[in-house]
Structures are given as C-alpha cells and as structure tokens.
C-alpha cells in the first residue's frame, strides 16, 4: 500500500492540529485542576478532596474474592457475564428499587416463578454486580439459571412477541464472548501491541454492560468470526471493486495542501499498483461483504453489465476497531467506514446514504468558521472527521444499498493513548489477576501509588479532570451551534497523558449528530443548504431526550457506575462532583445541565426492550429507532 501523505486539512480547521496527547502532557500528577476545589459533598464538610472522599465513603462493602468472571472455564465466565448484562438491563428497564438486603427478587408472574439474584455491588447509576441468579421454585440443589434461560424467563415476562429471537441472540453472544476471553487468556500479551489506539479499540471483551447481547454477531462463521473481530485481533486485506464512473456517487471534503482531494483518488492510493479497467474508479469493500453482495439482484446486473468489476482482495491487512465495521491500518491516513450486512447488536450495520452525506457535511460546517470557534474555548477536544465518501448508485439512479466507503481521518498516530470510555471501563481477564480489572483500574491504580494519595481521591480528579476535557466541550457546541453529539462511551475517546490522566478527547461517528430545529436558522447561515441531503434536523424535544441519555446517562453516568463497581471510588462522591459540575456548566447554553440537575426522572434507552420489540435502531425515524423508559433520576434521588 501507498500510504497517502498526511493530509494538511486539520491545521486550517485548527481543532485538529492540537497533538493528540494534549498540551498538559508534561503536567505534575499531583496537581488538581482548580474545578476539584469546588467539590462538596453534601453534608460532609472536609478542608480538601482527599479529606471529602474520605469521611463520605463507607467502610468498603467488599466484593467476594471469587468473582464470576474470573472463572476458570471461559463459557461459564462468557455466561455469567451475559446473566449480569441481562438483570442489569431488566433492573433498569423497570427502575426496580434497591432490595432490602443481599438479594434481589425478581417477580415472573407469567412463569409462576420468580428469580433470586444475589446482589454483589448496587449501584446508584446502574452498574450493578450480581451473582448468579436461582429460580425461587427450584430444589435447593438445583444449579443457578444460565443465560439462555434467564434471557427466556425475561423475553416472556415482557410479552413481546421477539422473546425467541432474544434467545438465540443472546446464545451467540455468550459463545463469542467465550471465545474472545479463551483467545485472551492464552494470548494475553498479543494484546499490547505497540499502536495504543488499536491495542484499546481490539479490547472490549464483553462489550455493552446494559445491552442484552453485546457481542452478538448472526452471520459470522467461526472462522470468519476469526478474521473480522478486533477481540481476536483479526485482520485482512479489503476486497476492491471497480466501479465504472458513470454509476459513481460521491462527495469529497478532503483537503491537502489547500485542495479537494476527490475520493477516488484516496482509494486509488490506497489500493496501490493494482491495475485498474479504463473509466473505473477503485471501491474498498469489507470481504464479508464483497462475497454477500454477490447474491443481491443490483449489484449481479451492474458486474453483468460491465460496470462493476470484481478485482478480489488485494493489498496490505486491515484491522477491525470496536465498531468491527470500521477498519485501521497503523500509519494510514484514513480508517474506513464499510458496510456490513452482519447484524451487530441490534442492527444490520450498513450505511445510509443521508449518513455519508452528513459525514462530510459536518466536516464543511466545522470549516466555516465554527472550529475555529470551539479551538478557542476547548482547544484539547475535536470531531474526528468522515470528509469523503464512495458509493454506487443503478443506472436509473437509485442508491445500492451496502456497495460504499466512508473515508475519516485517521489523527492517532501509533504511540496516542485515545481509548473509548468503552474500552477504558470494560472488565477484561488479567493473568494472575483476580477481580474486575480494567483499563481505568489499572490508570487509577498506577496514579494512586504514584502519587501517594487514597485511590478516592485520585478516581474524583480523574473524573473531573474528564468533565472539563471531554464533557464541557461538547456541551458547548450544543449551547453555541445546536449540535447535540450521541457522545456514548463507544463513540467518546479520551486522550491520556503519559500519566494517564485526561488531556482531550474526540467524538466519532457519522451517524450520531442531532442538529436542533431551533437553531436551523443559525445553522443554515453558517453552512447553507445544510440538513437538505443529511436529514439531520431534529425537534429539540427529540434532541433533549436523546443527549440526556448518551452523554447524561450512557456516558458519565455509565463512567461513574464503573468507579463505584471497580471500588475505585464511592459514587456519591462522583454524582456529587458531576451535580456540582453541571450548576458551573449552565453557562455554556445548553439545556442539558439544568434538565440533568432538575428532572427527577430521566428518559433512558432500553436496550432489552428494544430487541424485544424486534427493532434496527438504523431504520426508521429517529424518534422510533429504539424503546426509551423513564428511569429515576440519581441525581435527583
């Protein structure tokens, strides 16, 4: 492969150009940053942080030293991981109390029966740990339900009609989920590769921790599976079609050196000495799908008319992200955005065509002016950007659903420590280890013995240090612009220092922006024609439910859910902090702060419901994409 030369476009956006790691690199790990100061926790008075955490802090309840997930054989580990995910979801879905005492009943008046689950960790935000749950009605001898039967009792209980789907969804992502912590075990240091930013996207093990089947992925076979999951660190050169340019669809932001660089001349670099059929241009393709391509009525006329050409795989080996769909190669450019037809989670991950518009139209509008803008008050914190795409439409015009690219900018070079907040909170196995330990367990640990300080103490300025890095940032462009970001944790990527403390972040996605109906007006002077092609627009209504729950409640709500479970801090600590930060955050003119601070209920995404209800959360209007429930505010609570 030709690597293309790096492209000069961040630097006249000006986001882009601030080194990924941050311009605290260098700052002193003892120091708290002056928003730690304003920290109170109610009815604690205490002359400093370390103090505060201290005396709000029980004495610790003590998880069990034997913890499920660390069970020797990887397919009871993979179940129970997938019990918790499902009783997580189920406790949520129905904003179930905290029980009395040390177990959780769990009423299935539909089965007669009633599960009895141990409760392990009660979370305030919903993280909770549970032991493996017992049917009430059982022999006392009897074994503890496994997922597939709880997953069952559930499905029914919710008398939707999809239960069985939820079933076999939920049996494939425990054995993919067995096979990913198998393949770790044996291979525990494959996983640190020398690219930071692919070592954190190929470690989610077991994905979600509130969705019911997190790594279910129907129409992956065993050996496919092997090649296309970043949990086994798979890997593969991209299958090429050439496409005549008469059916070409494409759009190009992409700039070097002052000028629009079309797509296809991207691609064409990437695909390398290749020859190509005259009046073609080159299509990367995922190879799972190239082959189920093959099968769809368009794409066989248009390889039968001679304007699409099968020219195989070819090339250097790519590597699948998180996303699984969207590919790295250290030291490339661009990632890639591919469809793929494979059901992940809750839907077939293709892309829409009002996707790759909106891709390279929020890329323009960040360029007229607004990053520009958002430098100057967060310099540390960026979209990274999806400035060109490829596509293939039929002779008559009509888009050909999954034959497309996305192209984005690739800004993490091999040794930038950006992880997810998915990747930096999941539980993973650590030879020689016990416990839950992660990402965020292990930076923590590292910064408390460094310091010399109470891990509490050093958990809450990480916290904070994250609310100013990551969240501020992205409230203000929703008070300034009216874009509001599905900033979830799989989507939000913070950058560490050296020391591993927050120094920036980056938002990804090119599906995931919700432009405010009130601020069209605005919008639509800064760039034009936006939303036309896009379909981005949406009722603040809409808007507000939806930040609410990405970053209020997915993002720092899920992250405060993970210190308090992991026992690296005490989460009324934390919600006191976010309370706190959220007040001194009103001033950046968005309603989030206020709705999170005032609302004594929140909407919330139910992701159990959601498969229960037979949903593809990428079909349809955005408003009916998913299953939302009102939950209790912890903030309020």
Not at 252 to 265: L, N
Not at 444 to 456: F, N, Q
Request: hydrophobic share 40%.
């Amino acid at each position: 492969m030709n690597p293309t030369p790096a492209p000069d476009e961040p630097k006249a956006d000006g986001l882009s150009s601030t080194p990924v790691r941050g311009r605290d690199q260098g700052q002193d790990p003892a120091h708290v940053p002056r928003s730690v100061a304003r920290v109170t926790v109610p009815r604690q008075p205490a002359s400093s942080l370390d103090e505060q955490v201290a005396t709000a802090m029980d004495p610790p309840a003590g998880l069990p030293a034997e913890d499920h997930l660390d069970h020797p054989d990887p397919s009871r580990a993979a179940d129970a991981a997938t019990v918790e995910n499902l009783l997580r979801c189920w406790v949520r879905e129905n904003n179930l109390p905290r029980p009395g005492g040390s177990v959780l009943r769990i009423p299935l008046d539909a089965s007669g029966n009633a599960l009895l689950v141990p409760v392990r960790y009660w979370s305030a935000t919903g993280w909770h740990r549970f032991g493996m749950p017992l049917l009430e009605s059982a022999p006392q001898d009897a074994p503890a339900a496994d997922a597939v039967t709880v997953a069952a009792l559930l499905g029914r209980e919710s008398g939707r009609h999809q239960g069985a789907d939820l079933v076999g969804r939920v049996a494939n992502s425990v054995a993919h989920t067995a096979d990913f912590i198998t393949d770790r075990r044996r291979h525990p240091d494959a996983a640190q590769g020398a690219d930071l930013f692919l070592t954190a996207e190929q470690s989610l093990l077991l994905g979600h921790p509130l969705h019911p089947t997190p790594k279910s992925r129907e129409g992956l076979s065993e050996a496919e599976a092997r090649l296309y999951s970043p949990e086994l660190r798979g890997s593969f050169p991209l299958h090429w079609m050439a496409v005549d340019r008469s059916v070409l669809a494409t759009d190009s932001a992409w700039t070097e050196q002052g000028r629009v660089v079309p797509a296809d001349h991207l691609t064409t670099r990437l695909l390398g000495d290749l020859p190509l059929p005259e009046h073609t241009v080159p299509l990367p393709l995922h190879p799972w799908q190239a082959r189920e391509l093959r099968h769809r009525p368009a794409v066989t006329e248009l390889l039968d008319a001679g304007l699409l050409h099968d020219l195989g795989p070819h090339g250097a080996p790519w590597q699948p992200t998180s996303s699984v769909r969207t590919v790295h190669c250290s030291g490339a450019p661009a990632m890639l955005k591919l469809s793929l037809g494979v059901r992940i989670t809750n839907s077939r991950r293709e892309n829409l065509r009002k996707e790759l518009h909106r891709g390279v139209e929020v890329h323009r509008l960040l360029r007229s002016g607004l990053a520009k803008e958002w430098q100057a008050a967060h310099p540390a914190f960026d979209i990274v950007r999806d400035p060109a795409w490829l596509a293939v439409d039929t002779p008559d015009g009509e888009a050909v659903s999954g034959l497309d690219v996305m192209l984005r900018h690739n800004p993490f070079a091999p040794g930038d420590d950006a992880v997810c907040i998915a990747a930096l909170t999941a539980p993973r196995p650590y030879p020689g280890r016990a416990g839950v330990y992660s990402r965020l367990a292990e930076i923590i640990s590292r910064l408390a013995a460094h310091t010399g300080r109470p891990t509490g103490a050093v958990a809450a300025e990480w916290f904070l240090r994250y609310l100013d890095h990551v969240v501020r940032p992205v409230l203000w462009l929703d008070g300034t612009a009216g874009i509001a970001l599905e900033a979830h944790q799989q989507n939000t990527l913070v950058v560490l220092d050296a020391h591993g403390w927050p120094v920036g972040g980056r938002y990804r996605d090119n599906q995931g922006y919700y432009f405010r109906e009130s601020h069209r007006p605005s919008l639509q002077r800064r760039l034009p024609g936006i939303g036309s092609a896009s379909d981005t627009f949406v009722s603040d209504e809409v808007t507000d439910e939806r930040f609410a729950y990405y970053l209020g409640i997915n993002n720092v709500f899920g992250l405060i859910g993970a210190f308090g479970a992991q026992d690296l801090a005490d989460e009324r600590v934390l919600i006191a902090a976010f309370r706190q930060f959220l007040s001194n955050a009103s001033e950046l003119g968005s309603p989030l702060p206020g709705q999170l601070l005032e609302a004594p209920t929140l909407r919330c995404k139910a992701n159990l419901l959601t498969r229960l209800h037979g949903l593809d959360e990428l079909v349809g209007p955005v408003d009916t994409q998913s299953v939302y429930v009102t939950i209790t505010n912890p903030l309020r609570h």
